[in-house]
């Protein structure tokens, strides 16, 4: 009888404006690699157009810290007063389920994972950017915040990249199909049913 | 601060026939309850409508027994050659998420729950019919099944109704809506926040 394995956690991250979002989605496209995208729970306040529990799971304040109180979350961040992140029993469920399960996460999301998960099936994927001064164009075409933010932003990203030595793959995204195909083809390599 | 608690697990239940499916249906309707509702993994064909993720997680049989292997389940049961259970990842992510979760299971499904989650917040709350006689002629109005496979249907629910004993609250099911009423009265005073 065929034996099948839980499915694979895949983390792609990357520093602020590299493009993870793009390529998270590009590849979600795939249907051959069995993927189901985490949905993050978050404390901010609900957008036009977003549907609870599948963008996000929009919680109160309270509801969070509860979770963050019983070790519910697998990572969690705060940013710009709102807090993100990924319950435990949203990636249960997904590999439960067959599902080769994709978190798109920040570095330091990444960091909370991988110490949470050790010697588990967890495919990490670290995306940069082709150098420094293309990632500060990117930043700079897609934002809309004050110089001073910007170079934070920038700071920040700088001081993230040299954390591309805890992952297990650093893919370059010079061209965001070339790249996605990259990541495709590892998570294929890594796929494995006994 | 306000402290909150977790989701209750609600357990509906009864014997085939007594209209559990109907009252289900009733109760989820009343938003003020913040009910979700437990959707099963499932080894059965996806008939037409059905959605994969809203009606039951549709999985092959070899995903099912990994589950159980791994004891995934928080209980399964077969019916005519198909598996049926409930992922523990499922009702735990909708309890961290602080919804009031329902599951409309069978009575041999409540025995297992009840086994696992001794000591937990679990409303159980069994459903039984006006009489067997009325049992009897619901069973039969709604049925396509042979005279054999009725009686065995009967003879089960018979059965089943000596189980009543191990719920908290047993609700008749006179009329839809006033067992409806009654079972969300029973939540509502089961749901503390301390």
Redesign the interface.
């Known amino acids: ?6 499915g694979l956690l895949i983390i792609i991250s990357g520093p602020s404006g590299v493009g993870k979002g793009t390529i998270r989605k590009e590849i979600m496209d795939d249907e051959t690699l069995n993927l189901a995208y985490s949905v993050s ?1 978050t404390t901010r306040k609900i957008r036009d157009g977003e549907i609870d529990g599948k963008d996000y ?1 929009f ?2 304040n ?2 969070f810290d ?2 963050i109180k ?1 070790d ?1 979350l697998l990572e969690w961040a705060e940013f710009v007063g709102n807090k993100y992140g990924t ?4 990636i ?2 997904l590999r ?3 599902k080769n399960v994709l978190l798109e996460i920040e570095v330091n999301g990444t960091k909370q994972v991988l110490q949470k998960c050790q010697g588990d099936d967890v495919l990490s994927i670290f995306l940069i950017p082709p150098s420094l001064e293309e990632l500060e164009n990117r930043i700079r075409a897609r934002s809309t915040e004050s110089e001073e933010a910007i170079q934070k932003r920038l700071a920040k990203a700088e001081k993230e990249l040299k954390m591309q030595g805890d992952y297990k793959y650093v893919v370059l995204n010079d061209d965001r199909h070339r790249a996605a195909n990259e990541i495709k083809t590892i998570i294929r390599q890594n796929i494995v049913k006994n």
């Open positions: 009888m065929e034996n099948i394995k839980r729970m799971y919680v109160s309270e509801e509860r979770n019983e519910n319950l435990k029993s949203e249960e469920r439960n389920l067959g």
